[in-house]
């Protein structure tokens, strides 16, 4: 009895300094994180607003982390092959995934994705937002957005908005100003921002709806008029355009949205790493002032709260989507 009386103490001590060893774990695993290369998953082609928040974050955790970071753009099926791919790799924090609004509203259009927002992924940081914007080509008379609603109401199937996207938030916000106000308006896909903008540029299609950084050089520049920037709040990149809100049409508010997330159970430790390395870039006055020339702003919320955002843009814009019949197979 004595021999099996020292054994059980011997066991529990035993049990404790596991258990000691599992909760400090978190902490170790944080401490040494990352031991070798980051692969950062970018769903996009290089060059455009999610490519250029992804290498941003890249870079500057790079320096701070001593271990390099790696942008690997994959592009496809609207952003939906680079987040599958996210989905399925190992949670152990070496691939991470910059995600954009596409990443929420994509399940809403496609008959079959290979992937679910919420429960394949742990969120780490909504890392900066744009604000989508309204332009028209300068001979369109309109100056502000209920100038433009009576004007499409006085000629209905005459006018066209250019979109960027298919899915896109600036799409599905010129479809939702179609469905508000009741418009006869068409719309017009692009593979790409670029594409839309140049489209109105040459008056192809007088209206664009677009995030804010494609089209910022031509409304500076007067190539194209800005008419409103859909958002609650005028942006610092363009200080004299008024919101949508202002002008007195509200509803339409929209972001095109930069996070980054990692596949589901990633080990909190490294997302909380993660998310105190994004707090830190998005406050330093550099990095805020990039953002600002591009027509971002810096965000950095909790891992909770962008797993927030996430559930409401998914449920506001499956509406939407489903009211104007889009669907991708």
């Known amino acids: 009895m004595r021999a099996f009386g020292m054994w059980a103490r011997l066991s529990a001590f035993c049990a404790s300094l596991a258990i000691a060893g599992f909760l400090t774990a978190p902490s170790r695993a944080a401490d040494t994180y990352p031991e070798h290369k980051v692969r950062v998953i970018v769903p996009f082609a290089a060059g455009g607003p999610t490519d250029v928040i992804g290498r941003m974050v890249a870079e500057r955790l790079s320096e701070a982390w001593g271990q390099q970071l790696y942008v690997e753009n994959m592009p496809g099926a609207g952003g939906n092959l680079g987040v599958e791919t996210g989905a399925r790799a190992a949670p152990d924090g070496y691939t991470i995934v910059v995600v954009s609004t596409g990443f929420i509203i994509n399940p809403s259009m496609y008959s079959k994705i290979g992937y679910d927002p919420v429960k394949d992924f742990a969120p780490i940081s909504l890392v900066a937002a744009s604000p989508n914007v309204v332009t028209v080509h300068p001979s369109v008379p309109a100056k502000d957005l209920k100038e433009l609603i009576a004007l499409i109401k006085a000629n209905p199937g005459k006018y066209s908005f250019a979109q960027p996207a298919t899915g896109s938030t600036p799409h599905l916000a010129g479809e939702l100003f179609k469905q508000i106000y009741n418009l006869d308006l068409v719309t017009v896909p692009f593979n790409g921002a670029p594409l839309a903008v140049n489209s109105t540029l040459g008056n192809h299609t007088p209206i664009a709806f677009t995030a804010l950084p494609p089209a910022i050089g031509n409304i500076k520049d007067g190539s194209l008029r800005g008419v409103a920037v859909l958002a609650n709040q005028r942006v610092a990149a363009l200080p004299d355009l008024a919101t949508n809100v202002e002008e007195g049409v ?62 409401l843009e998914m449920a506001r814009w499956d509406k939407v989507v489903k009211t104007a019949g889009i669907h991708v197979d």
């Open 250 to 311: 509200s509803g339409l508010e929209s972001d095109t949205l930069t996070g980054i997330v990692a596949p589901a159970g990633t080990p909190q430790a490294v997302i909380e790493k993660w998310h105190a390395a994004i707090v830190k870039m998005a406050a330093d006055p550099e990095t805020k002032k990039k953002l600002d020339t591009l027509g971002f702003v810096p965000v950095a919320n909790s891992p909770n709260e962008f797993a927030e955002r996430i559930k």
